[in-house]
């Protein structure tokens, strides 16, 4: 009986590790910006941006749009000195895209980040930042907020 319970115990444990991230969305939930056979990854890193939808951000950069699995991808490219406009997030309630410059982002929470060990979630609305933080922790930023965040890791 003790093993049989040690190997149900295991299976849950394995089930769990597997389970899907808070960033991962349904793959006809994922509305993705950029063209192209690369369409499905991001610009600077190549991750899977359906696997990290509810972190993803898009910009046009040098006139092209492009798609960024985290804010910490968009801010390498900005660093790199290209020119970036017409910056765009994902609402991680909604999962609409958004203007980056009026969202709210929850940074810090209990939730696994994308690209950085310091989470950074963006909402539309004040009052759904405001719940997610509730539920998960983190203080609420302006989007120059985050993305200054971002910039220091990098140049750490």
Not at 3 to 12: G, H, P, Y
Not at 35 to 50: F, I, P, W
Not at 112 to 131: C, H, I, Q
């Amino acid at each position: 009986m003790k093993k049989l319970f040690l190997f149900l115990a295991f299976l849950l444990a394995c089930g769990s590790a597997n389970a899907a991230m808070f960033q991962t969305v349904p793959e006809s939930k994922a509305k993705l910006l950029q063209s192209g056979k690369e369409a499905r990854y991001c610009a600077n890193c190549g991750m899977d941006l359906v696997k990290f939808y509810k972190t993803s951000h898009a910009a046009k950069v040098d006139g092209k749009q492009e798609q960024f699995c985290s804010i910490h991808c968009l801010a390498k490219t900005i660093l790199s000195g290209k020119k970036v406009s017409d910056i765009k997030v994902v609402d991680a309630k909604s999962l609409e895209w958004i203007d980056a410059k009026k969202a709210y982002y929850v940074v810090g929470s209990k939730v696994k980040g994308t690209m950085s060990r310091v989470s950074k979630y963006a909402f539309e609305n004040l009052s759904d930042a405001k719940e997610f933080q509730h539920l998960k922790g983190g203080k609420i930023v302006s989007f120059e907020a985050a993305l200054q965040m971002a910039e220091k890791e990098h140049k750490k």
